[in-house]
């Protein structure tokens, strides 16, 4: 599709919506600005893999670029358009969603590197030897605490060895908004506003009776917005050159990436909750 400067300020703003519900700020409409388009699509598309590490579609297995034609932004997987930010957040949700392979348990059954075994982790011991001495390999998922699953593979990159590990804690945009919903009942002052959202929700849950007390448009307003449809459930992190045969290192990195996935929930939780509180008034 050739370049013009016909720019759509309304796909600018979807994308940087999008990336606003994986907890990354960017400046899209400087970036897209830049005279040099090869280091604009490198730019987006950077910002694209973050956040698709964090909202947990678990399509490592694609590569996923982005790519600014002069009019719009198109969203691309292994080199093929996918959506483009003129469709609404529902739509490129919808197209991302019939790409993964979520099992029983809301994880990805895509396997990252594709072809090869993967491994269960049994022991501290045997992570250690997988680490310092395996080559290119992926895990299964392995239940950890607080509700956190992780898997880990090593690949090689042209900066070198990759070790990464993935935290997930699958929860829809609709938990994640209804966990907002309660968030912002509970801080209603008024009690007797409290009690009658509190017993619309035993009929028709939590985020409908906060709809409810809102407007008629409420339901519709929020359709609209890409937190309705995007949100965190994953978390990687990545370790390169020497660090990636090192088991100390990597469990320091499986500390810090766990407790990043939770504070971004939580703040996601927050982020959405003062949304709901402010536009749906």
């Known amino acids: ?28 409409q400087a970036i897209i600005a830049q005279p040099d388009t090869n280091d604009v699509d490198a730019q987006l598309t950077h910002l694209l893999r973050q956040a698709h590490d964090r909202w947990g579609f678990g399509l490592h297995h694609l590569q996923h670029t982005a790519r600014w034609t002069g009019q719009t932004i198109e969203l691309l997987a292994d080199g093929r358009a996918v959506a483009d930010l003129n469709a609404d957040p529902a739509r490129i949700a919808s197209v991302y969603a019939g790409m993964g392979a979520p099992d029983e348990h809301g994880l ?65 945009a609709a938990e994640l908004l209804a966990d907002a919903a309660w968030d912002v009942i509970t801080r209603i002052k008024d009690r007797s506003l409290q009690r009658d959202l509190m017993k619309r929700s035993e009929q028709g849950g939590i985020l409908q009776a906060f709809l409810s007390a809102r407007h008629k448009d409420a339901a519709t307003n929020l359709s609209t917005l890409a937190e309705a449809h995007f949100t965190v459930q994953g978390n990687v992190g990545r370790l390169t050159g020497p660090a990636a045969r090192d088991f100390d290192a990597f469990r320091s990195l499986q500390r810090s990436t766990a407790e990043e996935l939770l504070a971004l929930h939580e703040g996601a939780v927050k982020k959405v909750a003062a949304t709901l509180h402010g536009e749906l008034k």
């Open 108 to 172: 990805s059954s895509w396997p990252v590197l594709g072809e090869g075994q993967r491994t269960t982790v049994k022991s501290a011991a045997q992570l250690r030897v997988l680490i310092e001495d395996a080559r290119d390999f992926e895990t299964l998922w392995t239940p950890e605490k607080n509700g956190l699953t992780y898997r880990m593979w090593r690949t090689q990159t042209t900066e070198g060895e990759q070790l990464a590990a993935e935290y997930a804690r699958p929860t829809s």
């Open 1 to 28: 599709m050739a370049k013009t400067n016909a720019r759509n300020p309304t796909s600018i703003n979807r994308f940087q919506a999008l990336l606003a519900t994986a907890a990354l700020t960017a400046d899209v």
